[in-house]
C-alpha cells in the first residue's frame, strides 16, 4: 500500500527557509517522479515543482522559481522541498504526490498518492 507523509512545515518569519520532506512507503520512489503541490486557505491546490526520477527540476509555480528546489534521495525513499526566501504569499498547506512514470506530467495532472500535507506559515 503506497503511504506519503510529509514532515518539516512550521511557522517560519519572512525571508527564512524551510526544508520539507516527504517519506514514501509501499513503493520504491526511485523509479518515479514525485511532485509537490500547496493549498492556501480559500484557494485551490496548486502545482509548485515536480522531481523527475533522475533528480531534474520542472517548476510549475512561477513565483518559486529561484526560491524552491527539489531533491530526493532514493536510499531513504524520501524527496525534499528547499523553500528560501519566504514570503507570506507561500503561506499553505504543502503536498507531496507520486506520478507513476519517471518523468514529470506537462500538465501536472495526473498525480495520486496524496499525502496529508504538512502547514507552513510565514508571517511578515
Known amino acids: 500500500q503506497v503511504q506519503l507523509v510529509e514532515s518539516g512545515g512550521g511557522l517560519v518569519q519572512a525571508g527564512g527557509s524551510l526544508r520539507l520532506s516527504c517519506a514514501g512507503s509501499?513503493?520504491?520512489?526511485?523509479?518515479?517522479?514525485m511532485g509537490w503541490f500547496r493549498q492556501a486557505p480559500g484557494k485551490e491546490r496548486e502545482g509548485v515543482l515536480c522531481?523527475?526520477?533522475?533528480?531534474?527540476?520542472?517548476v510549475k509555480l512561477e513565483s518559486a522559481k529561484g526560491r524552491f528546489t527539489g531533491s530526493r534521495d532514493n536510499a531513504k525513499n524520501t524527496v525534499y522541498l528547499q523553500m528560501n526566501n519566504l514570503k507570506p504569499e507561500d503561506t499553505a498547506v504543502y503536498y507531496c504526490?507520486?506520478?507513476?512514470?519517471?518523468?514529470?506530467?506537462?500538465?501536472?495532472?495526473?498525480?495520486?498518492?496524496w499525502g496529508q500535507g504538512t502547514q507552513v506559515t510565514v508571517s511578515s
Open positions: 509501499g513503493f520504491a520512489l526511485e523509479y518515479y517522479a
Open positions: 504526490a507520486l506520478y507513476r512514470a519517471g518523468g514529470c506530467p506537462e500538465t501536472f495532472a495526473g498525480f495520486d498518492s
Open positions: 522531481i523527475s526520477s533522475d533528480g531534474r527540476n520542472t
